[in-house]
């Protein structure tokens, strides 16, 4: 199982709006790659937002959200151009959202498993910077993220 693909990285995307527009799209930009319903994502994410916000802080926000029918995870990563309005945890734009799509039937706890992976990795100052390097760039993020995190 492949959860995370450098086909899923998507940078420098240009947002108009607040983070509505932004999940909006990201929902957009993944559900296009991975054959997933566009609407249903989208919702997903909005719904998982209305609950508290998923910026963490530090310009990274984590939105997330399951989907009926899903077989396996998805994990995605989008920039952006300009930080977008996120009402994150340190009040500060976001420029970098790493969405996590998981299966609605999820027994082994796989959505649970990931977030606290990528939660831990944000508390690291130098994991954080070197995001924030290579945020232009989908294959340095691609090799940041698949060495510094461990999918099993």
Known sequence: MQEFD????????????????????MAQLLATQNGLNQAELAAGFQAREAESTTGFGNGVAIPHAKLAGLKQPVVGLVTFEAGVNWASL???????????????????????K???????????????????????????????????????
């Open 6 to 25: 450098v086909q899923n990285i998507f940078t420098d995307q240009v947002v108009t709006g607040d983070k509505t527009a932004a999940l909006d799209q």
């Open 114 to 152: 990931v977030l606290s992976k990528f939660a831990r990795k944000l508390m690291d100052d130098e994991f954080i910077g070197d995001l924030q390097a290579n945020r232009h760039d989908a294959q340095g993020l691609y090799t940041l993220i698949n060495n510094t995190i461990d999918f099993n």
């Open 90 to 112: 340190d009040d500060q734009p976001v420029n970098i959202a790493i969405a996590l799509i998981m299966p609605l039937d999820d027994p082994n706890k796989t959505h649970l």
